[in-house]
């Protein structure tokens, strides 16, 4: 079994800047893919962004310039650099990856907890 730890989130103010991180563990042979989605209140969860293991990133355009998404593939963690933080970007976000267990065989998706952020006015 994987498990998906996600860590710093908190309250940041507007212009200020958070990092995220959210590191997997347990038997993989490969993780394919790595992303960041957020839910706000009364909103689906949205992607932010996302990296596959050869290097495609893609971001929201409401992030485009302001937020970088990053991975260490010895550590299988993703992060994401959040920087020029705006009270829309209030949510909690959540790490999604994507994995193999094995050579062969199905590729299997996995969340992390969420972590809450908050930008204050």
């Known amino acids: 079994q994987v498990q998906l730890v996600e860590s710093g989130g908190g309250l940041v103010q507007t212009g200020g800047s958070l990092r995220l991180s959210c590191a997997a563990s347990?038997?993989?042979?490969?993780?394919?893919?790595m992303g960041w989605y957020r839910q706000a209140p009364g909103k689906q969860r949205e992607l932010v962004a996302a990296?596959?293991?050869?290097?495609?990133?893609n971001y929201a355009d409401s992030v485009k310039g302001r937020f970088t998404i990053s991975r260490d593939n010895a550590k299988n963690t993703v992060y994401l650099e959040m920087n020029s933080m705006k009270p829309e970007d209030a949510a909690v976000y959540y790490c999604?990856?994507?994995?193999?267990?094995?050579?062969?065989?199905?590729?299997?998706?996995?969340w992390g907890q969420g972590a809450q952020v908050t930008v204050s006015s």
């Open positions: 990296i596959t293991t050869r290097g495609t990133i």
């Open positions: 347990g038997s993989i042979y490969e993780i394919n893919y």
């Open positions: 999604n990856i994507h994995l193999r267990y094995g050579p062969v065989g199905g590729e299997y998706s996995y």
